[in-house]
């Protein structure tokens, strides 16, 4: 049985608002989930509230939740802010399908863009065009028809399968996309192969890269020739503007 939950944000959604915490926080339930045996299969961040799709046990749902909360509220007073996390609502519901797509719609955003344009759903993740590690997608992509969420969700056409470099994209930009694609902040060392593989595709020098990384030319070359990174999937984001939205 999977169990839709959502919880209201009354004050703390501020700071919430930002992606630091907002990655802390699917990270903080991703392990809040493994520790107690249940699986993530769907969540949708908004301003004021967040939604999150589970399987497992009532018991076990109802532990990692309070893992997230008492989490959450630990992490926003750590930095000096008084938070208040509303009340949690829980539904049941038997069919994966509509779970997922109830995370998804959490937030309402521009018709002409469509689900695919918020990088804070586990929407991108099941599509395909995100590789997150505070999510299983395939875990629930054998489960459910993925075109009929997306459609279900509010999507339209998919991106095009345009894995050819761009042109023009600023190394900031490259940078912010290479870390979306894989759920992390530009900061995170672990989205520099990426990047740096990505922004050569795209005909930014050694030098550029090593510049905009803080590293030496030497450190970026190992990068650039490193284990590949998924530049597929970024180089099809860049060239669509819902995917385009990025932290």
Not at 33 to 38: F, H, L, N, P
Not at 100 to 112: C, I, Y
Not at 193 to 204: N, V
Request: glycine share 8%; proline share 4%.
């Amino acid at each position: 049985m999977v169990e839709r939950i959502q919880i209201a944000l009354d004050t703390g959604w501020e700071e919430l608002a930002t992606s630091r915490e907002r990655y802390a926080l699917l990270v903080r339930l991703s392990g809040a989930c493994a520790k107690q045996g249940v699986s993530l299969l769907g969540f949708g961040l908004a301003d004021r509230q967040v939604r999150f799709a589970i399987e497992g046990g009532a018991v076990a749902i109802a532990h990692a939740m309070r893992g997230v909360r008492v989490g959450t509220i630990a992490s926003l007073r750590g930095q000096g802010t008084v938070v208040c996390l509303g009340e949690t609502k829980r539904w049941r519901s038997s069919c994966v399908e509509d779970a997922l797509v109830w995370t998804h719609q959490v937030s309402q955003v521009d018709g002409a863009l469509g689900p695919l344009a918020s990088p804070w759903t586990s929407h991108r993740d099941v599509m395909g065009f995100r590789t997150a590690s505070f999510f299983d997608a395939e875990r629930v992509r054998s489960r459910i028809d993925v075109q009929r969420v997306h459609l279900r969700s509010g999507g339209r056409a998919l991106p095009a399968a345009i894995v050819e470099p761009q042109a023009g994209a600023s190394v900031g930009f490259l940078m912010r996309l290479s870390a979306s694609v894989l759920g992390l902040l530009p900061s995170d060392r672990r989205s520099f192969a990426l990047f740096t593989q990505l922004a050569r595709a795209c005909g930014w020098s050694v030098r550029d890269v090593a510049d905009a990384l803080m590293l030496s030319a030497r450190r970026v070359r190992q990068l650039a020739n490193g284990p590949v990174a998924p530049v597929d999937v970024a180089l099809i984001a860049l060239h669509d503007p819902r995917l385009c939205v990025v932290p």
